[in-house]
């Protein structure tokens, strides 16, 4: 493999920065820890797997808080994730839990062959399950978000484990096809999907995932995605169309949202469309050059716009 084949195999999906994060164990909930990130660790399948959370300074346990799990992109870690999302002040704003969790060899096994042997929906459930032994957490809303990688991997949760999530907000991903074909679940889950129209990597009318890379496997398309998520919740065919205000005219997007509404429990379908955009954070940064992952958008922020539509779509 070349240097430059193996930079741009390391590049397809994630930001790889290295971000030190303090180290404190597991056990029950300090003062000292609300208001920084925690970096934590949780027995699951056989193996040690690893995790940051972050927990507002408003929480002091009177209440249950809800708690969102954004995973990172492949060759990525938790930090990464943090860092691109910026997740952390809008659930110091909000009022929320966040997790970032790592994965095995930077990677998910989202059904596409990744990772195979590693059970990362099981891996997700032990995960909450270790955060709500220390914190108050609302069942009702737990939520899933991530990009490239990891969120094929908030496509997989919403299959294998309905039960658990009450939405996802996957960026820059697609369902692949082996999930589309093996999905049997019939419960209905929340689904808000943000992508760029001019996503190198994973293209916006489905096919092959890698651009000249490859060998990252097939999805479907963004239309088919969606059209697979408003049958399964039952939401209305038609969707209201809205234009969002294009708030950075030089950064060569603009956004249409298409929401689908009157879904199973409560549920709803949205495609944020960044047309122009690439395989990218909207408001995050520009990780990797244009020439390889496209173009970030400016016009919104993809955390507090994911925040707004998790809240409004809880478990009944």
Known sequence: MTARRAFLTGAVTCLAVALAAPLNGCGQRREADT????????????????????????YDGSRPYPLVVGFHGHGGQGANQRKMSGMD?????????????????????????????????SFTRDLVSEIESEYRIDPKM????????????????????????AGIAPV????????????????????LLINGTDDPLVPWDGG???????????????????DYWVALDGCSTTPAVTELPDGDPGDGTTVTQSSYTGGLEGT?????????GGHTWPGGPQYLP???????????????????????????
């Open 35 to 58: 208001g920084t990130v925690q970096e934590r660790s949780v027995r699951s399948g056989g193996r040690t797997r690893t995790y940051l959370v972050h927990v507002p300074e408003s």
């Open 89 to 121: 002040a809008v659930a110091d704003r909000e009022g929320f839990i966040v997790a970032y969790p790592d994965g095995v060899d930077r990677g998910w096994n989202d059904g596409r062959g990744i990772n195979e042997g590693v059970d990362d929906v």
């Open 142 to 165: 737990i939520y899933a978000t991530g990009i490239s990688n990891g969120g094929f991997m908030s496509f997989r949760l919403a299959c294998d484990a309905p039960d658990l999530v």
């Open 172 to 191: 820059a991903a697609l369902m692949s096809v082996p999930l589309e074909q093996s999905n049997t679940s019939t419960v209905p889950v929340s689904v």
């Open 208 to 226: 092959e995932i890698g651009g000249r890379l490859g060998g990252r496997g097939e999805a479907i398309s963004t239309g088919a995605t969606i």
């Open 268 to 276: 709803a379908v949205t495609l944020c469309a960044v047309n122009g």
């Open 290 to 316: 244009k020439r390889i992952i496209g173009l970030v958008s400016r016009d919104f922020v993809a955390s507090e716009y994911i925040w707004e539509f998790f809240k409004n779509h809880p478990r009944p």
